[in-house]
Nanobody
Framework: RVQLRESGGGSVQAGGSLRLSCETS????????MGWLRQAPAKGREGVAA????????YYADSVKGRFTISQDKDNDTLYLQMVSLTEEDTAMYYC???????????????????WGQGTQVTVSS
C-alpha cells in the first residue's frame, strides 16, 4: 500500500502563495498518475491538478489554470503544488492522490484514485 503525506498548508491572505508537498512511502513507477484534490466545507471533492509520472505531462482544472503548478521530484518521489494568487475560493482541505493507470485525469472522484493522504488545510482570507 502506498502511503502519502501532505504538508505545506496554512493560512494566507488573498493574493498570497503556498507550496504543498506530498511525500510518498515508496518509489513511484512511470505508469502512475499523481494528483491534487481539494474539498471545501459543504462542497464536493474537486480535482485540482494531476501529473503523469512517467512523462511529466500535467493537467489542471480550469479554476486553477495559470495560478497553480504541479511538479514532481522523481529522485525523491515527491509531488508538489505551487499555488499563487490565492483567493478565498481556494480555501479547502487539499489531498494528494495516486492511481496506477494509463491515463491521467483531474478528478475529485474517489473511485478514480487508489490511495490518498490525510490532507493539509489551506485557508485564504480576504
Amino acid at each position: 500500500r502506498v502511503q502519502l503525506r501532505e504538508s505545506g498548508g496554512g493560512s494566507v491572505q488573498a493574493g498570497g502563495s503556498l507550496r504543498l508537498s506530498c511525500e510518498t512511502s515508496g518509489s513511484i513507477d512511470s505508469g502512475y498518475c499523481m494528483g491534487w484534490l481539494r474539498q471545501a466545507p459543504a462542497k464536493g471533492r474537486e480535482g485540482v491538478a494531476a501529473v503523469y509520472w512517467g512523462n511529466g505531462v500535467t493537467y489542471y482544472a480550469d479554476s486553477v489554470k495559470g495560478r497553480f503548478t504541479i511538479s514532481q521530484d522523481k529522485d525523491n518521489d515527491t509531488l508538489y503544488l505551487q499555488m499563487v494568487s490565492l483567493t478565498e475560493e481556494d480555501t479547502a482541505m487539499y489531498y494528494c492522490a495516486i492511481v496506477e493507470s494509463p491515463v491521467c485525469l483531474v478528478s475529485g472522484a474517489a473511485a478514480e484514485w487508489h490511495y490518498w493522504g490525510q490532507g493539509t488545510q489551506v485557508t485564504v482570507s480576504s
